[in-house]
């Protein structure tokens, strides 16, 4: 439909239908416009015309914030108004989508309150928790200025090696399909009788766009390969990869994103069966599908020093139903996609206007264009006294307690004891209590005004008496007097990694020999609490196990350490329960129960083990480590 010249201006009237403003504003748009809105750019300055891009595009990925270094809430807001204000000079004045990765709270920007990764929130199993996490990080991207979060995960990890485990709530799909109530956090609740799946984000500037990722199979690669390839018949990657965007989609989740991975050796974001036939035929999906970053352009193999051929990638993935592409070319993108409806006619209009309207409605669902330039909340809402004791909330249910003495209990530990000691190289490192995308991709960032350490609230934690002393690695002449500390805590794991961690960063799931001898070395000398932080399950030798009094799954907690102290020294009972199998030996992996070299796993899936062994076990027989009731393992 082609809108007259001079018609009322209907998309401009946030009274009518949504279906109403969509199909006004497409009706006034040139080929130029609609391929413009399915761009998302990365992060760049905006020009002082009547554009944001070389073809106004529909959205910026805010990246890692609107600086070369960290910067407060308060200098993203200002960029992301000189964003909006750029696109809304533009001949239609079409706002944008601003996104981030904000995938355990704001954790792109600087001094925000950061929650546990996704991994230990599966170990909670607390859907109003992740609902309230949800809450607490859309009002901290929205005093941003952002309206939209590349999150949550719901991959299904079953590849203990894939370096996304951390950002996968579990191993079992049922678990992953709870924690999926972070996106009514993040979106807000529709009223009742609201449309089911249609886009919905609430108004009044306290909620953001939810993008459930990365569809589909994501977790289930051969080899735990981040871009690999996921084989199985269709009805089990419905039961086990599937399944969890039902949920989504249930929620009114507004973008869905596709994997860089492959199904059955067809890349997922070229795969028009998975991304048109099923989600958006099968499933119903009325929001629209988003690429991720740089995804489109790996369809096209790369030789040495050759350029992506835009004009193929964007047939492939356009035609397979992906509606917005994010990527750092817009004007090659946007070119090739013209060239291929005006002059090959090989992507036809119709899916171009079909992907805008999925761009538009999530738009005005979202409220963007009636508020483009937000009514922020106060940066007062940023790392808040509120936001921060859930985040502590969430450490303390997230811990799952592996060990409690050899022949007695070992924990709770006293708090009057007159010395202990502290060590690890992860008790006094907020970066990698954080773990990666905490400001930087790869971790490693610490900001010692923002957040606490295990060292630190250890020394908040005990009496005032109590003389703490912190040695990374203890020396042999703290070990020869090892007789006047009353017991050792000791945090160690991995160092932050991402999915493309460079070579020389080794992430093998498990700990360094150097680090294991040390912990003997220590617990054979005082009794010993062994902090474990990771993103997954890692192997632990037995010996060390047998030296150890307590160990402690503390997964990547975030800033809020006195979370572990509030449950170690007996302030909180232990909640969490496994939300992986803790498998014997990385020589296992993959796990396959049906292998000769199998052995039993360490610490079944589920395995609790609390304080008050008094208790109801909703997933079977574990009160002993016993199996779950469950097992996805094939």
């Not at 992506?308 to 070119?335: S, T, W």
Request: net charge negative; glycine share 8%.
């Amino acid at each position: 439909m082609v809108i007259m010249e001079g018609a009322p201006m209907l998309y401009r009237n946030p009274n009518e239908s949504i279906e109403a403003r969509v199909e006004d504003l497409i009706g006034r748009m040139t080929l130029e416009e609609k391929i413009g809105q399915m761009m998302m750019m990365g992060r760049v300055k905006p020009k002082e015309d009547d554009s944001i891009g070389p073809l106004i595009v529909g959205g910026a990925n805010a990246g890692r914030g609107p600086y070369e270094e960290a910067a407060p809430v308060e200098k993203w807001a200002e960029m992301a108004d000189k964003w909006q204000e750029a696109a809304l000079r533009s001949r239609l004045g079409i706002p944008l989508l601003l996104g981030v990765d904000a995938i355990h709270g704001h954790n792109r920007a600087y001094r925000t309150t950061i929650f546990p990764h996704n991994v230990g929130l599966g170990a909670t199993r607390d859907e109003d928790l992740m609902r309230r996490i949800g809450e607490a990080t859309a009002k901290e991207l929205r005093a941003s200025g952002l309206n939209y979060t590349f999150a949550p995960c719901v991959a299904v990890a079953k590849d203990l090696r894939w370096k996304r485990c951390y950002e996968s709530y579990s191993e079992e799909t049922e678990v992953v399909g709870k924690m999926t109530s972070i996106i009514t956090g993040l979106q807000g609740s529709p009223p009742e009788g609201y449309p089911k799946n249609y886009p919905f984000v609430a108004r009044g500037g306290n909620n953001v766009v939810a993008c459930a990722k990365h569809f589909v199979g994501d977790g289930g690669t051969e080899g735990g390969k981040t871009d690999g390839d996921t084989k199985m018949d269709e009805e089990m990657l419905e039961r086990d990869h599937v399944a969890p965007y039902l949920d989504c989609i249930s929620k009114n989740v507004c973008t869905i994103m596709a994997s860089f991975s492959s199904y059955n050796g067809e890349k997922m974001h070229a795969h028009k069966y998975l991304l048109t036939d099923v989600l958006k035929g099968k499933l119903k999906f009325k929001g629209l599908v988003i690429s991720d970053w740089r995804g489109v352009d790996k369809l096209h193999k790369l030789k040495e020093g050759e350029e992506v051929d835009y004009h193929a990638c964007a047939d492939l993935a356009i035609n397979a139903g992906i509606d917005m592409v994010l990527g750092p070319n817009p004007e090659k993108f946007q070119r090739a996609l013209l060239s291929l409806v005006n002059e090959t006619k090989v992507v036809p209009e119709s899916r171009i206007d079909d992907a805008v309207r999925r761009i538009l409605r999530v738009k005005f669902a979202a409220g963007i264009f009636d508020l483009p330039i937000s009514e922020r909340p106060s940066p007062d809402v940023v790392y808040c006294e509120l936001h921060r004791e859930i985040a502590r909330e969430a450490v303390r249910k997230s811990l799952v307690l592996l060990k409690n003495g050899k022949n007695k209990p070992f924990l709770p530990l006293s708090k009057d004891a007159e010395k202990i000691l502290v060590a690890g190289n992860h008790a006094n490192n907020l970066g990698y209590q954080c773990g990666a995308w905490t400001i930087f991709e790869t971790g490693d960032y610490a900001d010692r005004k923002n957040g606490i350490t295990i060292l630190e609230a250890t020394k908040e934690a005990v009496g005032p008496a109590t003389e703490v002393e912190f040695e990374m690695y203890p020396s042999s002449n703290t070990l020869s007097a090892a007789e006047k500390f009353k017991y050792a805590i000791i945090a160690v794991g991995e160092r932050p990694y991402a999915e493309y961690t460079p070579t020389y960063l080794k992430t093998e799931p498990l700990l360094q020999p150097n680090v294991v001898d040390m912990i003997c070395s220590v617990a054979d000398k005082v009794p010993t609490l062994l902090i474990l932080i990771s993103g997954r399950p890692i192997e632990l030798e037995k010996k060390m196990l047998d030296k150890v009094e307590g160990v402690v799954a503390a997964w990547l907690p975030g800033t809020e350490g006195n979370g572990i102290t509030d449950v170690i020294f007996g302030d909180h009972d232990f909640e969490g329960r496994l939300p992986f199998a803790w498998f014997e030996s990385v020589n296992q992996l993959p796990k396959d129960p049906e292998a000769k070299s199998y052995n039993p796993d360490r610490f079944p899936f589920g395995h609790i083990l609390t304080y008050n062994k008094k208790r109801t076990d909703p997933e079977g027989d574990m009160d002993n480590g016993g199996p779950s009731s469950k097992r996805p393992w094939k």
